[in-house]
């Protein structure tokens, strides 16, 4: 299962130095259940996935202050000149969250496929009157093909 909101919330509450319980509390899970929520939370491999990405950013931030050096995150502007191509991207990724890549597909797909236009009610009694009309024994016979006079020139 991906990492939902509460989820979320609670690995950034953790972030910010709170315990499980109040962390717990502050994504939104009530006072009574908050310490089993926490617990149950802890051990989500989803949360102790997003838990250790965050751990690998701040070991990185941490090496790259005590060399003096600056961490630079590859800016996805420059990467990616075309949005679509972003899109294409984002939705065929397999490590992003299935929110997120269903979000990016949904923004991909008015740009690859048509919106299927809809008749309004008098588009419709106008076609089923052109159908009733143009067959059956009393409907109109057929337009008499256009004859060509060649003349003299």
Excluded: C
Excluded at 22 to 43: P, Q, T
Excluded at 47 to 63: H, I, M, P, S, T
């Amino acid at each position: 299962m991906a990492l939902t909101d509460k989820k979320r919330r609670f690995v950034q509450a953790l972030q910010s130095g709170l315990s499980g319980a109040k962390a717990a509390i502050h994504a939104g899970y009530s006072e009574k259940g908050a310490a089993v929520a926490a617990s149950r939370l802890m051990k989500d491999k989803d949360v102790q996935e997003a838990l250790g990405r965050v751990k690998q950013v701040n070991k990185l931030k941490e090496e790259a202050a005590a060399t003096g050096t600056e961490i630079s995150l590859p800016d996805l502007g420059k990467l990616y000149s075309d949005p679509l191509e972003f899109l294409k991207a984002v939705a065929n990724d397999p490590e992003q969250d299935m929110k997120l890549r269903v979000d990016a597909a949904k923004a991909w797909v008015p740009y690859v496929h048509g919106k299927i236009g809809e008749q309004g009610k008098k588009d419709a009694k106008k076609k089923a009157a052109g159908d009733a009309v143009a067959g059956g024994k009393f409907g109109a016979p057929p337009r008499p093909p256009l004859l060509r006079v060649v003349g003299k020139g």
